[in-house]
């Protein structure tokens, strides 16, 4: 569907099938966030902002997906104020949802050194 540092031309909803979004990491290895499913918005901060995507969206399965270019997109949320703060409830979803996952990857790679006078976490 779209790949990781291409320009963010709009966004799929994904109506059947399923997605493997991921990343690449500092050493150029795929990293694997999640599998999106039906009824998910696809590429929303990227095509908002007029950034490049900041991941890689593969199919699956067959999927159908619609695609709404980034001008019609933005048309649309200027005329429909209750379907611009639903983009804005997604948006902090994906937000919180990333806060989670880096929070629960950084935990697991830590130690903990204590010493007489401080607690670091490294």
């Known amino acids: ?8 031309r ?3 909803l994904l109506c059947r099938g399923r997605a493997k979004l991921s990343i690449s990491s500092d050493r150029g290895q795929r990293l694997l966030l999640r599998i999106a499913g039906p009824g ?4 929303l901060s990227a095509s908002l902002a007029g950034l490049d995507y900041e991941l890689t ?7 159908q997906v619609a695609f709404i270019r ?5 048309n ?3 005329q429909h104020r209750q379907a611009c703060m639903q983009v804005i409830h997604f948006l902090s979803e994906d937000l919180h949802s ?7 990857m950084g935990w697991a790679h830590t130690r903990i050194r204590t010493s007489p006078s401080t607690m670091r976490v490294q």
């Open 1 to 8: 569907m779209f790949q990781e540092g291409h320009p963010g």
């Open 10 to 12: 709009g966004v799929f």
């Open 40 to 43: 998910e918005i696809l590429g």
């Open 57 to 63: 969206a593969e199919a699956l399965d067959p999927v």
């Open 70 to 74: 980034r001008k019609d997109l933005l």
């Open 76 to 78: 649309f949320l200027r």
């Open 98 to 104: 990333a806060y989670e996952r880096v929070r629960s």
